[in-house]
C-alpha cells in the first residue's frame, strides 16, 4: 500500500520512515493509532520541521554534530555541508599558504593541512553516515 507524503505530496511506501524527498517523518493510520508519529531511537537532531534546511542551518549541525553517527540527515543537510566544505577547505588552505610563503617555513602548510582534514572531513563522514540512515542503509 502506498502513500503520500504530507509535506511535498511524493509517493512513499509504508516500509519507510522518512520522505525521501524532503526528509519528512512519515506518520503511519492504524485502526487503534491515528497517525502514530514513527521516532527512530537515536535521532538527537531532530529534523527540522517540513524537513526544510537552511545553509547556515546545515553548517552548524554539520559542525555541531561532528562525531555523532546516530540518527538522520536530511539530503538538503549533506548537501549544504558538502558545498561549504570544499570552499571552505581551499578556503583554509590559501590563508595557510600565505602564512608558509610569509613566514618561509613549509611546516605552517603541513599544519594546515591537517586542521583542514581534521576540520572537514570528520564532521563530513559523520553526516555521510547519518545520510545513509536517512535513506535505511547503515553507515
Not at 53 to 79: D, H, I, K, M, P
Amino acid at each position: 500500500m502506498q502513500q503520500s507524503c504530507e509535506q511535498c505530496g511524493h509517493s512513499i511506501s509504508n516500509s519507510q520512515k522518512f520522505c525521501m524527498h524532503c526528509g519528512t517523518r512519515i506518520t503511519l493510520d492504524t485502526p487503534g493509532n491515528s497517525s502514530e508519529n514513527i521516532y527512530v531511537q537515536g535521532n538527537i537532531q531532530g529534523n527540522v520541521q517540513g524537513g526544510r534546511v537552511g545553509f547556515t542551518q546545515a553548517v552548524s549541525r554539520g559542525f555541531r554534530l561532528a562525531f555523532v553517527t546516530t540518527g538522520r540527515a536530511s539530503r538538503a543537510e549533506f548537501w549544504w555541508f558538502y558545498l561549504f566544505s570544499i570552499p571552505g577547505f581551499y578556503g583554509l588552505m590559501i590563508i595557510f599558504g600565505t602564512l608558509a610563503a610569509v613566514s618561509d617555513s613549509i611546516a605552517i602548510l603541513g599544519i594546515g593541512y591537517v586542521a583542514g582534514i581534521f576540520m572537514f572531513s570528520i564532521p563530513q563522514l559523520a553526516l555521510s553516515s547519518r545520510r545513509l540512515h536517512d535513506t535505511g542503509r547503515s553507515g
